[in-house]
């Protein structure tokens, strides 16, 4: 009956060590998404307040609105020579390299916040 209890024992000891390492490991990935939730706040922060004093925001919302001011501008004054320049304007910077293209999208997207800037682009190559 020695035998029996001693191996009962080593088989209850066994399941509450695996018991015990599954808690350890649930708990553990808990603490590392937590962790990765209070960084991104962090992150989110640190960059409000970065951008509280900058004019770069301004600056790239009226780069990206100038095309529109001329297409609009050419509509009222009807000058269609105008809306030509826009449209080899585009064509050049649809030109440029890849990697400039991204470069500056990554800026852009970093002036205005926007997370997830690699998500954006695997849609634009689809």
């Not at 399941?15 to 649930?26: E, H, I, M, R």
């Not at 970065?50 to 609105?65: G, P, T, V």
């Not at 529109?68 to 501008?73: C, K, L, Q, V, W």
């Amino acid at each position: 009956m020695n035998i029996l209890g001693n191996v009962i024992g080593a088989v209850a000891g066994i399941g509450q060590t695996y018991l015990a390492n599954k808690a350890a490991v649930k708990t553990a990935k808990h603490e590392a998404t937590m962790s990765c939730i209070k960084n991104d706040a962090n992150w989110e922060s640190k960059m409000a307040d970065a951008s509280a004093s900058s004019f770069k925001d301004e600056y790239f919302a009226l780069i990206l609105s100038a095309p529109i001011f001329f297409i609009g501008y050419a509509i009222a004054v009807d000058d269609p020579s105008i809306i030509l320049r826009v449209e080899q304007g585009m064509t050049a910077l649809g030109a440029l390299p890849q990697w400039y293209q991204y470069l500056l999208f990554i800026a852009v997207s970093a002036s205005f916040g926007i997370r997830g800037a690699d998500k954006i682009m695997n849609l634009r190559n689809k």
